[in-house]
């Protein structure tokens, strides 16, 4: 009699809930909240010019999204877009914005397509100066005008490696520089392996869709779900970070942690290594996240797929691609993956383990034999299908007034080096990106050049850690051939030469002749490096490490009795190009308006300004003049 009382007043006591919440109602229910996509992660800013710029986003699901903007932030008048997101690369895409007017501040908001509102995402940026608004005739003919950069590296959140996920570098940029430069360039290590056992099921769940909706890059190189997640992880962890990227526009290089920690011998055919074959799969996620923002001349996409193999052919067979349709030009080489759970995982016991496919390693792609056939070098090892990828070029040159920057790709090609042999005839480049810079310098009728390399040129990187610890250099002193003949080049263009370099972990300035500069930056929030860790160097003065002496002008600097654990001194660098000074014929009148007249300086300058990541005090600065035109 009991049981029948208690279930009557629950069902009574169902009945007036369902009541109260019209549970009856003829009218169609309201759709659930969690039924509306929606952003989840982003904005970022990249590829600014003067006219443009790209807004970045992820949704929850496959959608669409624009941009609102204007240059009142209580009237956003203008909309860019709809892009769709794309499944394929974790539900993210960018748009473009174009038309905008130079030397201008813009608000923006995001907006999803088909909710109820806006998404509360906004920022704001400036476009770039435009040469033709500055030339005068006699006093500035070449239109040059005044901008700044912030650079660095390494921006691990782990609090055993870093100053930990508060990111205080960032809030110390975002309040004294982030409105007084014109874009960033975060030169590599933006993230840190992390989630890399993140699974295709878990990712699943995650984008709420079924197994049969599987795209094929995941299908091929199930390992970049755990790529995408580190992204996400670290934009979710990091305010600071969020901030800076809603509100600062960068330009980006990837170093080994968007790839996998000490990516060495990707360019080097014929090797096997779990690491080198990683390489497209970290760069492919990359690309969806950080990568789009450059300004890339090669437009292909990394290729992925499947095929087979037979042992001792030369020859790989997908039936499903067309080869005849890759520009190989664009490509680099071909990656036959790994093809384990933890092909990605950053665990060095992992190295040691020959447990990937038999075919998996790098080869050189010697001709397109027809639509699905490929001849490679070297044959393979055993029969069997695989997962392979064809590499795409990710070195960019852009100018900005008088300054050309040419950013370098120091991990696609580089070439397994030898620790007992630097002065090997190897590449870090590859030759197909080296001719480019070596060619594009000497083509150059810029006063200044840039050189952006993710690792540093003069002082090795030989310590920090147990990976691959007995070949263990990350910087250009295993190089010395390919080197060389990149600092003579740039010699003998008598005019100043600034290779901006990260990686190491410290900030320093190096002479390393009289036109030719090395600038390292960094790290915005990983822990420093030991001085032993940089081949004993000095904290200033001369240095040789290798064939060449340079002069260390300034740098930071550990002590290896201080524990790595408590090495937390961040710092960045702001980089301002002194090309024109405002000499106005009126000024202060009340009946009259300012008036700017933007005067040429004979011979432009560039300073570099070091500052401490958690004060923002200043450390060090370096100018440097240009050379006198003729």
């Not at 090997?424 to 810029?446: C, E, F, H, T, Y």
């Not at 933007?598 to 370096?622: C, E, H, M, N, S």
Request: glycine fraction near 8%; hydrophobic fraction near 35%; aromatic fraction near 12%.
């Amino acid at each position: 009699m009991l049981r029948v009382m208690t279930t009557t007043r629950l069902l009574a006591m169902a009945l007036l809930l369902c009541l109260a919440f019209n549970c009856f109602s003829a009218a169609k229910p309201k759709a659930d909240y969690r039924d509306e996509n929606m952003i989840t992660h982003g904005p970022i800013l990249g590829r600014l010019s003067s006219t443009g710029v790209g807004v970045w986003a992820r949704t929850l699901r496959t959608g669409e999204f624009a941009v609102l903007y204007g240059t009142d932030p209580k009237r956003l008048d203008q909309t860019a877009g709809p892009v769709k997101t794309q499944l394929a690369r974790d539900n993210t895409g960018w748009i473009h914005v174009k038309g905008l007017k130079p030397n201008t501040k813009y608000h923006y908001e995001l907006r999803i397509q088909g909710s109820r509102g806006r998404s509360g995402r906004r920022g704001s940026f400036r476009t770039l100066p435009d040469t033709r608004d500055y030339v005068d005739p006699k006093l500035n003919p070449r239109g040059l005008f005044n901008f700044k950069f912030e650079f660095a590296c390494g921006n691990n959140q782990n609090p055993k490696h870093s100053s930990g996920p508060a990111l205080p570098t960032f809030r110390t940029m975002l309040r004294e520089i982030a409105d007084d430069i014109n874009f960033a360039i975060l030169n590599g290590d933006w993230m840190y392996e992390v989630r890399r056992g993140y699974t295709p099921g878990q990712w699943l769940g995650q984008v709420n869709v079924p197994q049969n909706q599987l795209p094929d890059v995941v299908k091929v190189a199930p390992s970049i779900t755990g790529v995408w997640e580190n992204y996400k992880f670290f934009l979710d962890q990091g305010a600071p970070l969020r901030e800076w990227h809603r509100n600062v526009p960068s330009f980006f290089t990837y170093d080994d942690h968007e790839c996998l920690n000490d990516i060495w011998g990707a360019g080097t055919p014929g090797l096997r290594d779990r690491r080198a074959v990683f390489r497209d799969i970290g760069v492919q996620a990359w690309y969806d996240y950080l990568g789009w923002a450059n300004p890339v001349s090669f437009k292909s996409n990394i290729h992925f797929g499947t095929g087979k193999m037979k042992a001792r052919s030369d020859v790989l067979t997908d039936e499903n691609a067309d080869f005849t349709k890759l520009n190989l030009k664009d490509h680099s080489n071909l990656h036959v993956h790994w093809g384990t759970k933890t092909a990605g995982v950053n665990d060095t016991a992992l190295d040691g383990l020959n447990d990937g496919v038999p075919n998996a390693q790098v080869y050189r792609i010697e001709k397109v034999l027809g639509p699905h056939k490929l001849r490679v070098w070297p044959a393979a090892k055993a029969d069997g299908a695989v997962n392979y990828s064809i590499g795409k070029r990710s070195y960019y040159r852009m100018r900005v007034s008088n300054c050309d920057f040419f950013v370098c790709d120091t991990r696609g090609q580089r070439q397994m080096h030898d620790t007992r042999d630097p002065y090997k005839k190897i590449s870090m480049l590859g030759p197909v990106q080296r001719d480019w810079l070596i060619n594009g310098v000497k083509n150059s009728d810029a006063d200044f050049i840039f050189v952006v390399t993710s690792v540093n040129f003069m002082v090795p990187h030989v310590g920090g850690g147990a990976v691959r610890a007995s070949n263990k250099d990350d910087a250009w002193t295993v190089f010395y051939d390919e080197r060389e003949k990149l600092i003579n080049t740039f010699d003998e263009l008598k005019r100043p030469v600034f290779i901006l370099t990260g990686d190491l972990h410290n900030c320093f300035a190096i002479r390393i002749t009289d036109n030719v500069y090395e600038f390292a930056s960094g790290p915005h929030n990983s822990n420093n490096h030991w001085a032993s860790d940089e081949g004993g160097r000095p904290p200033n003065g001369k240095f040789k490490y290798g064939p060449r002496e340079v002069d260390i002008l300034w740098s930071t600097f550990f002590l290896t009795d201080v524990p790595r654990t408590d090495l937390k001194h961040p710092g960045y660098c702001v980089v301002q190009v002194n090309n024109v000074f405002n000499n106005p014929k009126i000024i202060g009148r009340a009946e009259q308006p300012d008036q700017e007249r933007w005067v040429a300086f004979p011979r432009p300058q560039v300073i570099f300004q070091y500052y401490d990541g958690l004060t923002g005090k200043l450390r060090y600065a370096q100018s440097i003049r240009a050379a006198e035109r003729k």
